[in-house]
């Protein structure tokens, strides 16, 4: 990869645990300057700050609530501040409750809904007024195979991550006459901790590859949407799941 990313500045939502902690410590790790948001886990953030400090690189905290649009403003004010402004947004926080389609209650609903995907509308608007001083911006936001296949164990989850989709291709459309790129990538299933031993072990007949996937697979993508080889690439989504979709 390119060297286009040394200097650059990111907001990296959820980057306390699982992807969005990968994806900050990657982009550190290749030179971006990157603010670590979380909304409660703060010892997850702090672990993403030491790590990327011991690897050298430049990186803040700022916590925030991405349902609550006067949060996300101040949460991109003070990043832009503290970084010099903001070239790079990954939309990554996100909230899954695993409920049956009866369970739901309207404030759950409205939750999921207010942070997977008003959340990730809200972060794409403040950070667009400094994206477009530069005439330059990548934003990547974090969906799901569940997108568009069923979960059969969260349908809010599922209703949010296609919704991210249509999100990401109406945003290409609207921001690229300032420069700004909105690709999306839609990961199967990762290993951010969760899953049980026996998950772990190779079953090709779920994984092709006989593993399931790690955020750094995901943050290896990340870097390179980030990056300047992909300046043509703009409304795409991309399906990370070792062809998991396939069988």
């Given amino acids: 990869m390119s060297d286009s990313l040394i200097g650059k500045s990111a907001l990296v939502t959820g980057a306390g645990t699982g992807i969005g902690k990968g994806i900050a410590i990657e982009l550190a790790s290749r030179g971006v300057k990157v603010a670590i948001h979380y909304n409660s886990s703060d010892a997850g953030a702090r ?17 925030a609530d991405v349902a609550d649009q006067g949060q996300i403003i101040r949460m991109v004010e003070t990043a832009a501040d503290e970084l010099g402004g903001i070239d790079i947004l990954v939309n990554n926080a996100a909230l899954q409750l695993n409920i049956q389609w009866f369970e739901y209650t309207e404030e759950q609903y409205d939750r999921v809904m207010n942070i997977n995907l008003k959340g990730y509308w809200q972060c794409t608007q403040a950070v667009i007024p400094y994206m477009k001083q530069r005439n330059f911006g990548r934003i990547i936001n974090i969906s799901s195979v569940h997108g568009k296949r069923p979960t059969d164990f969260d349908a809010v989850y599922c209703m949010s991550k296609g919704g991210i989709k249509m999100l990401g291709r109406e945003s290409a459309l609207e921001l690229a006459r300032y420069g700004i790129t909105v690709n999306t990538i839609a990961p199967g299933a990762i290993d951010v901790g969760k899953f049980k031993a026996s998950h772990r072990e190779p079953n090709r ?21 980030a990056s300047d080889e992909t300046s043509f690439m703009t409304g795409a989504t991309i399906r990370l799941d070792g062809a998991g979709m396939l069988i």
């Fill in 47 to 63: 672990d993403t700050q030491q790590r990327i400090e011991e690897l050298g690189g430049q990186c803040m905290i700022v916590q």
């Fill in 205 to 225: 007949k779920k994984f092709p590859l006989g593993r399931v996937g790690l955020p750094a697979d995901v943050a290896a993508l990340a870097c390179y949407i």
